[in-house]
């Protein structure tokens, strides 16, 4: 019954920068780690970044240094902070909710286009 909806999506030139948000219901979002995945034409979705429940993050080498994942469990949304993109950005972001012991949630993904 969990639900994540992705915003925050949209047009945006190379060097431009867009926030997105995920809000999560029907599920206990502090205790599920949460990750922000991307999905370009004829590619395979890839992990873009994750934060644990604890505060801990990671990304993908391509990302790190301009993109900056948060969380905050009193709102029960997680955020990426995309600066400096580049039209290799463009995708469909989804939203991740995962655990160890329960199933995950997936977001219905929001689109970014980097272009000029």
């Known amino acids: 019954q969990g639900q994540l909806v992705e915003s925050g999506g949209g047009f945006v030139q190379p060097g431009g920068s867009l926030r997105l948000s995920c809000a999560a219901s029907?599920?206990?979002?502090?205790?599920?780690?949460m990750g922000w995945y991307r999905q370009a034409p004829g590619k395979q979705r890839e992990l873009v970044a994750t934060?644990?429940?604890?505060?801990?993050?990671n990304y993908v080498g391509s990302v790190k240094d301009r993109f900056t994942i948060s969380r905050d469990n009193a709102k029960n949304t997680v955020s990426l902070q995309m600066n400096s993109l580049k039209p290799g950005d463009t995708a469909v972001y989804y939203c991740?909710?995962?655990?160890?012991?329960?199933?995950?949630?997936w977001g219905q993904g929001t689109q970014v286009t980097v272009s000029s």
């Open positions: 029907g599920f206990t979002f502090s205790i599920y780690s």
């Open positions: 991740r909710a995962y655990s160890t012991i329960y199933r995950d949630v």
């Open positions: 934060i644990t429940s604890g505060g801990s993050t």
